[in-house]
């Protein structure tokens, strides 16, 4: 058992030397971590307490709104990006 631990380790360690591997461990180690922050900052803000139910709904669509737009964006960009090519 311990020769595993062992051999993951160093295969850990080694892996973080290359670099798409270790670009995507930290990306995940930041995802990771934000949504850590996010959910302690809702658990000790009491985040949408105040709001009524009509309140939670506008603020649905109003997220919905922006993802699409966001969406969007990043479609007309990628879109940008073929045709310059």
Do not use: C, Y
Request: net charge positive.
């Amino acid at each position: 058992m311990l020769r595993l631990i062992l051999l993951l380790v160093v295969l850990l360690v080694v892996a973080l030397f290359i670099p798409p591997v270790k670009r995507w461990a930290l990306e995940e180690l930041k995802a990771v971590s934000d949504r850590l922050v996010l959910l302690l900052l809702r658990i000790t803000s009491q985040f949408e307490s105040e709001l009524t139910e009509d309140g939670r709904k506008e603020q649905k669509l109003w997220r919905e709104q922006r993802l699409r737009n966001l969406h969007g964006l990043a479609l007309r960009w990628e879109q940008k990006r073929k045709s310059q090519a």
